[in-house]
């Protein structure tokens, strides 16, 4: 079930602290079933792929410890689980909202195709991979039925690929002659990949700029333009760790860096001030 990486979900608060709307009982309550959701469909997707992965994932130097591919775990069990939390997924988008129950259905099925046939081809895996987290992005709003901003959409999107195309770099850079594990790996070069996190950087940058100024209150510090410094730096701080090789898996690196955790508070801290300023 991976509980590490249900940090990711965390971006499903996104799109209502954006919005200022987190002071609300009823938006805390969807976006609460919100990020439960999430985190059981995508341990379901994780089972599922790990069972249609087992036989590759023999052969990598980390991924042959997980439970289906080092044999702890029997396929059927894996399967069941991953039924299982589909449905207590599917019920608890429900309890928010018919929207978010549409959103987890399609998240799902994305995930599955994402497994059985996106994955091994370059470009629509980073695709299909950064519109899962802009769906986790927008899935607060869509719970609490919240009005998301086309700026806020952007810098999900932009700064989703940053993300993934980072994570497939150090994974190049990790595994060298050994990418032949993950099938698109062997069609993409460093080069590519730098080029993709680069231009991704710089228009998640731009994204979130027009989104801050879009929200700057008439009076008082403009809290929400003040928090461009902390964005810029949260990015070019992840980017250290992704030229690095160091990105495999973005999870550890929000529990591990300490100086990207401290610019994560100030960030936080000022877009805060920005939305009880406004």
């Known amino acids: 079930m991976r509980p590490k990486q249900w940090t990711k979900n965390v971006l499903v608060v996104a799109a209502p ?7 609300s ?5 969807d976006t609460s079933l919100a990020f439960l959701s999430f985190c059981a469909i995508s341990s379901a997707g994780y089972a599922v792929n790990d069972v249609a992965d087992r036989e590759v994932d023999q052969h990598h130097p980390l991924k042959r410890e997980r439970p289906v591919a080092s044999g702890e775990l029997s396929v059927r069990s894996a399967l069941g689980l991953a039924a299982v939390l589909f449905l207590v997924a599917l019920a608890l988008a429900l309890l928010a909202s018919w929207k978010l129950l549409l959103l987890v259905l399609g998240y799902a099925v994305l995930q599955v195709g994402y497994t059985l046939w996106f994955k091994h081809e370059p470009v629509i895996d980073l695709a299909v991979v950064s519109t899962g987290f802009l769906m986790r992005a927008v899935a607060g709003g869509v719970a609490a039925d ?7 959409l952007l810098v999900a999107g932009f700064g989703s690929l940053f993300v993934v195309s980072g994570k497939r770099y150090s994974e190049l850079h990790t595994l060298g002659s050994e990418a032949g594990t993950r099938r698109s790996l062997i069609r993409y070069t460093p080069t590519y990949l730098r080029f993709v996190w680069g231009i991704s950087a710089a228009a998640a940058v731009m994204s979130y700029s027009l989104w801050a100024f879009e929200m700057q209150q008439s009076t008082g510090l403009p809290w929400h333009a003040l928090s461009i410094a902390p964005f810029v730096m949260a990015l070019l701080r992840y980017a250290v760790d992704i030229d690095a090789g160091m990105a495999a898996e973005p999870e550890d690196i929000i529990w591990r860096d300490r100086p990207l955790q401290l610019i994560g508070l ?3 801290v000022l877009v805060c001030l920005g939305v009880l300023g406004a």
């Open 17 to 23: 602290l954006a919005a200022g709307a987190l002071g």
């Open 25 to 29: 009982v009823p938006v805390v309550v």
């Open 146 to 152: 919240l009005r998301i901003s086309q700026w806020f």
């Open 266 to 268: 100030a960030w936080l």
